[in-house]
């Protein structure tokens, strides 16, 4: 570890005021970035649920927190939305408050995004940009972030680890600024620079940081009993515009209030970070626009073609709400055409949310000939490489010199499909007379009404055929395997299963293969119960009305873990609340072991994870596990 000083200073605030701040260099991820931001910020609450990329986030902080490197309060949430929900209480209580998360992390918390917005309550929310389902993809692209781009938070872009950590600094300032009084959404590629490690200098200052943030300024809080406010009123149409001019005032203020921050942070950094960053776009003919980490890649491409001649250049935003019209109008005023990639696509409307809003920024320009070229690229992160920046380019300056866009929109790097191709079944699919094998023998008893179950000897089960096929790709020794075929081999007739996100669906569906022998579904941890409670009720009615013969006895099986009965324990217990007819079979990990061993509910008292981690400062998990088995006993099955 290096420690570089950039000036010297006698006190940290006349270092702050000079422009000047020690600094250290470190090897760091993103992820990790954004903790050291959050541990050098000094947050006073962190409310999350993990979710693969952005988990380490909160992993590195408790690492650091049970030694003693920092007291943020870390919250684990029973799921996204409920982490959204406790950072708003958090940050209406007039403290620093942080999350990060990812993909349907961000769907699942969206409706109290503009809660927040809407009553100008400032936090910082880490985005690790991920692929939102379905069908399920945990890689990077950037269709979680257009989801929130309307919801009236500020969003500040982040290319590569070293930006992470700065934009973190940069989302208190901004957000907290009294002309502004909004929360900030800080957005970088999962998987890219979420975890590629790279050089960035951290502050090693705590007294030039602190100059910079300042205090917290004191906003209305519903801690003030002096003073009391009601926050969150029940507002109509006749008042509601008038919220909402605000919330746009508000965005506007921080259209001039980003730059100024910027510039004081350069001051005291050296790293510059202008709202629309641009590369050798002096003179450039043609360009690309692309966000985050594949706009690197776009420059060292720009280079080569700039060798051979051609005056090509790439744009990238710094801020993206709200969007830098005016830097694009004025950077793009003499570039002939240019290329607008989107890991994200707006279906149906003729291109990505980056391509559309960039058209409409130029239109506004009546003298403004720019010809604009939109490709759909990246998604579920798919590699974007030099060629591909190449083939970005080759659009632009064919544009260019042709005076008009040959083709105005598609999708770069999607494969053609073959129509006369058809899937071929890897296995026969099981027939409910190979399975019905009378290994469980069930009887009532009159009396006491309990019921009478009779297993044959496991070794006999061995005979009947798996509902799931070999050469699978699950950990040796993974016990859920085991568990389920136990139970299936007692289970007579057809079955149909619905898996819950997890590492059991992950290795039997591996696309274009299936290991299930019997009908799958997957849906997500909050929704998986009441999906399969949808497709009971549908059987039993179409078998009502004679649609389906009434022979056929579907039994309905759903798969769950820790995080399915966390995050979708409401859905859950509200299907045994109406005693549907279905199963739920959950393998209890004691963990959340397919996003890499994090506290669950169902972790018991004291035990290491990582995210509960023992250290001189704390004992791990601090409060007692849940009893799922008594809760549902509860609902009177």
């Not at 969003?155 to 002309?179: K, S, T």
């Not at 058809?422 to 006491?448: K, N």
Request: charged share 20%; aromatic share 8%; net charge neutral.
């Amino acid at each position: 570890m290096t420690t570089r000083t950039l000036a010297v200073s006698s006190r940290a605030a006349e270092a702050h005021r000079a422009g000047s701040a020690r600094q250290k260099l470190e090897f760091r991820s993103g992820n990790e970035a954004a903790a050291l931001a959050a541990r050098d910020i000094g947050f006073h609450v962190m409310g999350y649920f993990p979710i693969t990329p952005s988990t380490e986030v909160a992993e590195n902080l408790s690492k650091m927190q049970a030694n003693g490197q920092h007291d943020i309060v870390m919250i684990a949430a029973d799921g996204e939305h409920g982490a959204a929900g406790l950072c708003y209480g958090a940050a209406l209580g007039g403290g620093r408050v942080l999350n990060a998360t990812s993909a349907q992390g961000l769907l699942f918390a969206l409706e109290q995004l503009p809660v927040q917005a809407g009553t100008r309550v400032p936090m910082v929310l880490n985005i690790a940009t991920r692929a939102v389902s379905g069908p399920l993809d945990i890689r990077g692209d950037h269709s979680d972030l257009y989801f929130a781009l309307n919801t009236g938070w500020i969003v500040l872009c982040a290319r590569d680890p070293q930006a992470v950590y700065d934009m973190n600094f940069a989302a208190v300032r901004i957000g907290e600024h009294r002309e502004v009084r909004l929360p900030v959404l800080v957005a970088y590629d999962g998987f890219v620079t979420s975890h590629q490690k790279r050089r960035i200098e951290v502050f090693d200052d705590p007294e030039a940081v602190r100059g910079f943030l300042g205090e917290r300024p004191a906003f209305p809080t519903p801690l003030d009993t002096e003073h009391p406010a009601t926050f969150g009123p029940y507002m109509n149409d006749p008042d509601l515009i008038n919220n909402k001019v605000q919330l746009s005032q508000a965005m506007e203020a921080a259209r001039r209030v980003i730059p100024e921050v910027f510039a004081e942070f350069a001051k005291m950094t050296g790293r510059h970070y202008p709202v629309l960053d641009a590369y050798r776009m002096g003179d450039a003919e043609a360009a690309t626009v692309l966000i985050n980490s594949a706009a690197e890649t776009a420059k060292e491409t720009a280079d080569e073609l700039r060798a051979r001649g051609e005056k090509v250049g790439v744009l990238s935003p710094n801020v993206l709400r709200p969007f830098p019209a005016e830097e694009f109008r004025r950077t793009l005023e003499r570039v002939k055409a240019v290329t607008v990639g989107d890991r994200a696509d707006s279906y149906g409307a003729g291109g990505g949310n980056l391509s559309l809003e960039v058209r409409a920024a130029l239109q506004i320009d009546p003298g403004n000939r720019t010809r604009v070229v939109s490709r759909i690229y990246g998604l579920g992160g798919k590699d974007f490489y030099a060629a591909d920046a190449g083939a970005f380019f080759e659009h632009a300056i064919a544009a260019a010199k042709a005076g008009r866009v040959a083709q105005p929109f598609a999708y770069h790097g999607a494969t053609p499909g073959r129509p006369d191709s058809r899937p071929r079944p890897g296995l026969p699919p099981i027939t409910a007379a190979e399975v019905s094998r009378g290994m469980a023998r069930v009887a009532r008893d009159e009396a006491t009404g309990r019921l009478k179950v009779e297993l044959e000897p496991l070794w006999k089960m061995t005979a009947v055929p798996s509902r799931i096929a070999p050469g699978h790709g699950a950990c040796p020794g993974c016990g859920y395997f085991p568990t389920f075929h136990q139970v299936s081999r007692v289970l007579e007739g057809d079955i149909v299963v619905l898996y819950q996100t997890g590492c059991a669906m992950v290795v039997t569906t591996g696309y274009p293969s299936t290991a299930h022998r019997v009908n799958y579904i997957h849906n997500l941890f909050q929704n998986g119960a009441a999906t399969l409670s949808g497709l009971v009720e549908m059987y039993h009615e179409r078998v009502r009305r004679g649609e389906l013969p009434a022979s056929k006895d579907i039994t309905f099986v759903m798969v769950s873990g820790d995080g399915g009965m966390d995050i979708g324990m409401g859905p859950a217990l509200g299907a045994a609340h109406r005693n549907h007819p279905m199963m739920i079979l959950e393998y209890d990990n004691q963990g959340y072991m397919n996003t890499g061993a994090q506290l669950s509910y169902s972790t018991p008292i004291g035990h290491r994870t990582s995210t509960s981690e023992v250290g001189s400062k704390l004992p791990g998990k601090r409060y007692h596990h849940k009893d799922t088995a008594q809760i549902f006993a509860a609902c009177h099955l």
